[in-house]
């Protein structure tokens, strides 16, 4: 794919409940909303169509929230306008978010005609105790049968999510969770530890007392297991929690982490597009009354200046396992690397947290592990 691919992300902030450890911008019980958001979001494609005419999109991610909980009608519309006003590369990667309990094959039918070629399904977790902690609404069962609708679907390229490191979560439950998932043979696997979020059930769960932070010792033993199970079976890591079998890396996300640039729609998106980086407002009643008053609520505007895109260049190119390339980041820059970040590339090597091979700058498993702590030195 070339290098000036553009993403476009839409977001879609309705969920049947609220997950106990979710900090996304996400409502349940708004579903009066729900026609009038997309009505906005169609009409936020047109207030960008002139600016955007030049833009060639690779990839689209329509994320939540939770996507396949409204009528499939809404995300068919949506991708059907995406298509009519932007320019959609032809092979573009579409996603879509779904969640076990909102699916149904006839929806199933109706995003795989619409276009979209990617299903990110979120599990998090196999046994049912561990799932209701969480707050979901699906069994595994539920997942099974979902994930195997999808299939039946089309869909050959899904993504299966998963977080480690819940609270009562034991090492074997883990690995009972990666041997089921990797039995359904998906083509790529998220898998983030959890943190606890303030605001969130868990944040006031863990302030009553009522939860405990699982021990950090369990945590990395969890992701470990995880790095060596999926590398077993085919399953190769390309990003601190992404792995995926050949060929089915998540590109959107690439964008993300090389530090190109996306269009964020809907309430609460975020942009990066012209060296500048902004977001939409995230209340879902205010977004749609900008947007039929023609104005895009964009917030928190912030021209991105050399010093910060190499910063950014550093941190999200660390995240992936092939590292940053020297030469490009001399040539993007017109800087030499060892000159603007010298002292920091020279401390983390000598504690063997990075590894500098040939053009690359990677980080080595310590580094994976203690990745916060690398990114930290380019701040
Ligand atoms: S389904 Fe996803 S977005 Fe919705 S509440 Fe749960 S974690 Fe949050």
């Known amino acids: 794919m070339k290098e000036n691919k553009i993403g476009l992300y839409i977001h879609i902030p309705f969920c049947k409940s609220k997950c106990l450890y979710c900090d996304f911008n996400s409502a349940c019980s708004k579903d009066h909303l729900i026609p009038g958001y997309f009505d906005a979001l169609k009409h936020e494609i047109l207030l960008y169509r002139e600016s955007l005419a030049g833009a060639d999109f690779a990839t689209v991610f329509i994320g939540g929230g939770t996507p396949s909980y409204v009528d499939s009608k809404y995300i068919y519309e949506t991708v059907h306008w ?38 990110s399904m979120g599990l998090q977790a196999w046994q049912e105790p561990l799932l209701k902690s969480l707050g979901r609404i699906h069994t595994s069962e539920d997942f099974v049968e979902n994930y195997k609708q999808a299939r039946k ?94 060929g089915y890396v998540s590109e959107h996300n690439l964008i993300y982490w090389k530090g190109m640039e996306y269009i964020g729609l809907g309430a609460g998106a975020h ?85 500098i091979e040939a053009d690359r700058i990677k980080l080595s498993s310590l580094g994976l592990d203690m990745a916060n702590q690398v990114f930290l030195e380019f701040i």
Not at 204 to 224: A, F, N, P, T
Not at 302 to 321: A, H, N, P, S, W
């Open 82 to 119: 995406v298509k009519q006003n932007f320019n959609l590369a032809e092979a573009a990667e579409v996603t879509m978010e779904a969640n076990p309990g909102t699916l149904t094959v006839g929806k199933l039918e109706t995003y795989a005609v619409s276009g979209i070629n990617r299903i």
């Open 153 to 246: 679907a089309g869909f050959k390229n899904i993504n299966i999510d998963l977080i480690f490191g819940l609270p009562g979560q034991q090492l074997s439950d883990w690995e009972e969770t990666l041997y089921r998932v990797m039995e359904l043979n998906p083509e790529h696997i998220s898998c983030y530890s959890l943190k606890i979020e303030e605001g969130t059930g868990f944040g006031q769960k863990l302030e009553e007392g009522k939860i405990e932070v699982i021990d950090d010792v369990l945590d990395r033993e969890m992701y470990y297991l995880a790095q060596k199970k999926f590398g077993e079976n085919g399953y190769k890591q390309y990003e601190i929690s992404n792995f995926a079998k050949e």
């Open 271 to 355: 942009s990066y597009y012209e060296g500048e980086r902004f977001n939409n407002k995230p209340d879902i009643e205010e977004y749609i009354g900008f947007i039929e008053r023609n104005v895009i609520p964009r917030e928190n505007e912030e021209v991105i200046g050399q010093d910060e895109k190499m910063t950014e260049f550093m941190i999200l190119g660390l995240r992936l396992i092939d590292g940053i390339s020297i030469r490009q980041f001399n040539a993007s820059f017109g800087e030499d690397i060892f000159h603007v970040f010298g002292e920091a590339l020279g401390k983390l090597q000598k504690k063997e947290l990075i590894k």
